[in-house]
């Protein structure tokens, strides 16, 4: 045989490049080469820098300034399965990067990527182009197209895949999606429930924990509720924790049992599979705070009904809770104090938790340092002093009315709205409003009145109103300046605001100075434009302008010229005549500082001395009935004037004097002089002991009147026929007393010719000083009138229907005339 020879390789035909291997050692070149028209060169391009990309989030960005985004983004939709495919992982890998992001965002991949989840395309696509979607769905533009290129569907198919890392990414793309409303519906539409509670008996913990987390957002979604019901879902959560195994997942199911829970159906369904006992016994084993805390949620949310309240409580709820309350951990403590205040409106866990002491351990909680659960430590106080006194009481005991004053001043809003409730509660008791304002209180929420919080502003309200019954409260109230910013609160443009500050004012109110102050500080007037309002006018504003008014008649009577039979005039009151709204209402000590002047005079009424005079406490306005100043005391009055002054002897009288002397130095140490007190009207206090003396003992109810009239009308200059009224010079008469006093204030009592509205006026305080109903009327051009009601005559069953008369005090005096008659019409019009 002869020697072989090597055979050589036949050369490539001569058209044909010879192929040309080469190594490439940076990314720039691969970069250039994703351009080759070379399906092996391309697949290999992207391969490197899949590979390249992997090793860290600078070698993406640096691929991102290289410009690989643009032809890889292409690339997987190639029609070559390798290219394809490693393309989509290179993408996958690179989606993480926010640079990568904002490219992608100008290229409109998003279909492209969808359309790699098709069953046609293999695993690895999928995982890489699902990968790339998790990345991507984290941006709210992404999750749109996402949705609208109709991406959720493929996605919940490939949660039946049979690759655990297609799963996982699958199930956290949608996680990512459902954190948008409309995605959380679209889940339950394509059936997507299913697939999620098998994935909870994954062998791995992250696609459970994802699949988890995934149900517990759908579920806030009401049909998806009834899906997760329809497939046995709660069997499925429960059986998550009855698995000691999986305590990992303990607290994520007992949210999505909080969520439920909202339904009533659910309610019903859990009761029935015997949950609420393991809920129960689950609060007491659990180990992890966080998972005993949402099952105290759990609880919360399930005593939102009544009939479920009752459920809990006959298994004995109270006794967890409370036992919870002794746990270190903030979150636990936070919850229970939580589901503290929605079971305590069952009545009787209100009273259990009393005798457990739970009210002791939650006051301390209140000075806390973790803000959530100071405000939930008030929130369950609230619920628990709520129509209960004894519990209010229960607070007191326990120190906590200090805490919750403090908590007023609270940083945190919620915090200091609940402190207010509780506060508001409490003060329905008189010593524990003494309690409350004694840690200064009052301060602190009238600080809460400048608040831009509308429950804040409420919550305030309500407590300002419930510790202002008390006189010193309103006084307090004044001096820290409270009265201008409750005032203003009128005008705010939520309802719920405006009726708070109409109840507040209107409790405010009680007292003479407060409720001028109040018309000072432009609550009148803003009361007034409320009630003729037709969309804003309601029952509490009507009951706040009248409770104004009422506190001052004088005021009363000189905006609305009325005065009914209900409003009893005691001393101190005057008429500075008819004022406008808006105008500023002089006080008598105001008007008693001007020069005398040309108008018309300030009528006033006192039949008080002056060492009787004292400073007007806040509840001094008014008597404590209309008899305050009536027949008894006046007839008192009357019989110890009527003791002879001859019967004293000279060593009695120096008793008198020093037993005075005495008097005297006591009131110095409690009575406040004052600058200006109006002048005894002693001439007013005779017609009143004659009045009393002539009258009262008249039994016919007419002639009572007629009596008062007749008195009047003499003590008024006589009687004056309508003729002769030109020559009955009252005028001249009233700037007589004007001058004669140096003052604008001209006592009625003094007043000796007197037309319609001194006489009407006289009439009015004399009336209800000796117990007799009537009312006054100011008309125009210097008429007024009273009217009375008599009954009439009596009847077979009974007494017919009172009739209303005006009573003439001018012309003829105690001549009755019927209301609307022309008589009567005539006497008050000119």
Known sequence: MGKKVKKEAEPYPKDV??????????????????????????????????????????????????????????????EDKTVRRNAVMALGVMASNNEVKKSLKTLDVIPAVISKLSPEENVVVHEFATLCLTSLSVDFSYKVQIFDHKGLEPLIQLLSSPDPDVKKNSVECIFNLVQDIQNRAAVQRLNGLPPFLDLLRSEFPVIQQLALRTIENITTDSETRVAFRNAQGFDRILELLATKEFSDLHEGALRVICNCLEDSESMQLIQTMGGLEQILQFVGTATLPEAQANAVKAIARMAQSNENRTILHDRNVEKTLT??????????????????????????????????????????????????????????????????????????????????????????????????????????????????????????????????????????????????????????????????????????????????????????????????????????????????????????????????????????????????????????????????????????????????????????????????????????????????????????????????????????????????????????????????????????????????????????????????????CEAMGGQVEPEKLHDFLWELHISELKFEACSNIVLIGKIKKGTYLHRALLFKVLADRIGLSCSLIRGEYNRAWNEILIAGPKKRHGYSKPESYIIDLMHQPGNLMKSNSPAALAYQTI
């Open 17 to 78: 490049f010879d192929p040309l291997p080469i190594e490439s050692k940076t990314a720039a070149t691969a970069v250039l080469m994703l351009s080759s028209p070379e399906e092996e060169v391309l697949a290999k391009a992207c391969e490197a820098i899949h590979k390249f990309a992997e090793k860290g989030d600078e070698n993406k960005t640096s691929l991102v300034c290289l410009g690989a985004i643009e032809p890889l983004s292409r690339l997987i939709s190639h």
């Open 323 to 712: 036992d919870l309350l002794m746990q270190e951990n903030e979150s636990v403590r936070t919850a229970v104090c939580q589901a503290v205040a929605v079971v305590s409106k069952n009545l009787s866990s209100k009273e259990t938790f009393r005798y457990l002491d739970a009210i002791g351990l939650i006051v301390q909680l209140l000075n806390s340092e973790g803000t959530e659960l100071r405000t939930a430590a008030a929130e369950a106080l609230s619920s628990l002093t709520n129509s209960n006194k004894l519990n209010a009481y229960a607070i007191y005991d326990a120190g906590g009315d200090k805490f919750l004053v403090q908590q007023l001043r609270d940083s945190c809003t919620g915090a200091a709205v609940h402190a207010a409730s509780v506060l508001t509660n409490m003060a329905s008791q008189e010593e524990l409003r003494r309690s409350i304002l004694a840690h200064e209180a009052m301060p602190a929420l009238v600080e809460l009145l400048h608040s831009t919080d509308n429950n804040t502003l409420i919550s305030a309200m309500q407590a300002v109103a419930s510790l202002a019954c008390d006189a010193e409260a309103r006084l307090e109230l004044r001096n820290v300046g409270g009265l201008s910013p409750l005032a203003q609160l009128l005008k705010s443009i939520h309802a719920e605001i405006r009726r708070n500050a109409c109840w507040a004012i209107s409790v405010c109110a009680n007292d003479e100075i407060t409720a001028l102050d109040l018309c000072n500080a432009g609550a009148l007037e803003i009361l007034q434009e409320i009630n003729l309002s037709p969309h804003r006018n309601n029952k509490f504003s009507e009951l706040a302008l009248q409770k104004l008014l009422d506190s001052s008649l004088s005021l009363k009577y000189s905006l609305t010229g009325h005065l009914s039979a209900s409003d009893i005039t005691t001393d101190g009151f005057y008429d500075p005549g008819q004022i406008r709204m808006g105008h500023q209402f002089p006080t008598l000590e105001d008007i008693s500082k001007q020069v005398v002047n040309q108008h018309r005079a300030i009528i006033a009424v006192n039949v008080k001395p002056p060492d009787q005079f004292i400073t007007k406490g806040p509840d001094d306005r008014k008597p404590d009935s209309p008899t305050e100043t009536t027949a008894s005391s006046v007839m008192s009055n009357t019989r110890s004037s009527k003791t002879p002054s001859k019967m004293k002897g000279k060593g009695h009288k120096e008793d008198e004097k020093k037993k005075d002397e005495d008097e005297s130095k006591s009131q110095q140490e409690t009575v406040v002089d004052e600058a200006w007190s109006l002048p005894y009207d002693a001439a007013f206090h005779n017609l009143l002991k004659e009045a009393a003396e002539s009258i009262l003992p008249l039994q016919d109810e007419v002639k009572m009147y007629t009596a008062l009239a007749m008195l009047v």
